[in-house]
């Protein structure tokens, strides 16, 4: 069978030279290929940078990768802010295409019914863990013997739980080849934090055990933490070097530290491969378990970064968030980072309930008190799925049109703040905007070899010559 996976469209005003990776679509095409299967990957994420933040042209390269796969099955990621791009992207592909479209990810997870309901080119939908089920789908199991599966059936959708995958190192190492590594591996600065490198982002360990109250990201994986053995991720660090040249690894793990016994194997397993003096890396983990031990530990293997989801400054926001933190916690491990030489970066949140500009003053003073690497502010955004939106939103996105411009409204009017989102603005371009570009620009040219420095520069200069001629 041939099978043509899809991942979403975003755009934006000015394309990243490089991104994370969409990692789903390459787990899933793993299991595909090793069953005998054929793979095409159409990444519309990417496709814009090529197309310059043209729509119209991405859907054109779209319609033309269906005309020259001609696939068997096609196939869509989704997230919640995206929707709109599946709904559109469904109906140009029903156009032209007769055979089963899906779609998986986390919004259909959070509504599989919904999404059925509202995308009516959609065969069936899959949630939770997708690789085993769209390969039993693909080959022709029975509907209602596959785990996650939602479908039409004598005008009524039925559907089963997902089934989580327990063997992880069963599963194939991801295919990054599918990928359009002309745009993923250029250097950024993004991926790990100022430092201009080539990546690949690489995932572990599936699930959280934290059920904090805005967060969507263990929806698909279920309850618990699964892991991949050390011995499978050094394999796979070592094989993703090697292959791809790349110069650096972030690791997408909720928790990379949950398990210090094998955080410490695979920094053994990595060094003894000599991986630590070819690439570096970046983590994320919860603050209690960042220990100044494993920080040195860490060193030695090549990680330069652990980002850690701080949120806010206030014991009371981090209460009503169900972060199961504190303050102290948080301050205490950017201290620990700190004396072990380790770059820390601090993700927070703005818009949460009740804020007020006193808030964010506090806030950025807390951070200019306690001195992180690299910092953001996010705004907050309300997931269906996520226990704050069965809270203050329950229903809503199953009523409202999945319409580009109803879904963008929806994100964009989240303020929960006591200020309004336009003073709020305001008060970010005049007070956090200047701070942040002084931090990046200080750690830009700290962290960065002068030769690297003006390899950065000279892109910077050629991408600014390019959009003048396009003006």
Known sequence: ???????????????????WMPLSLSYLAAPLLRAGHEVKIFDRYAAQFRAGQDKSAVDRAMLKALSEFRPDVVAFNT??????????????????FNGPILA???????????TLNKIPQLDAVICGEGEYS???????????????????????II????????????????DFSLMDLGYYLNRSLDTIRHRYVS???????????????????SLTYGKGVRFHSPEYVAELVYRVYKDYG??????????????????????????????????IWGIQARAEHIELALVKRLKQAGCVLIEIGIESSSQAVLDAMHKDSTVEVNQRAIKVCQEGGMGIHSYMLTGVEGETQADLEQRLEWLKKVRPNSFSWSQLEIHPGTRLYERLRRGVFETMPWTRDAVRDYYYQQNLSAITAEDRAVWMRKHYEPYQRLIRRYNTIRTNRPRRLWSFFAMKAKEKLSRQGKK
């Open 104 to 114: 998986g990810g986390h919004h259909v997870t959070a509504l599989p019914q919904a």
């Open 79 to 96: 997230v919640s802010p995206l929707v709109f791009d599946l709904v559109e992207c469904a109906a140009l592909v029903r156009h032209v």
């Open 1 to 19: 069978m041939k099978v043509l996976l899809i991942y979403p469209y975003a755009s934006f005003k000015v394309m990243p030279p490089s991104a």
């Open 159 to 174: 559907g089963s739980p997902p089934v989580q995958i327990p063997a992880l190192d069963q599963l194939p190492f991801p």
């Open 246 to 279: 790349i110069e650096g690894i972030y690791f997408h793990d909720n928790d990379f530290l949950i398990n210090r016994a094998r955080t410490e194997k695979i920094c053994d397993l990595m060094m003894k491969r000599g991986l630590h003096k070819q690439i």
């Open 199 to 217: 990546t690949i982002s690489l995932l572990t360990s599936r699930g959280c055990v934290k059920k904090c109250e805005f967060c969507s990201e």
């Open 134 to 156: 769209l390969l039993h789908y693909i080959e022709g199991q029975n509907h209602h013997d596959i785990p996650g599966l939602w479908f039409r059936e004598n005008g009524s």
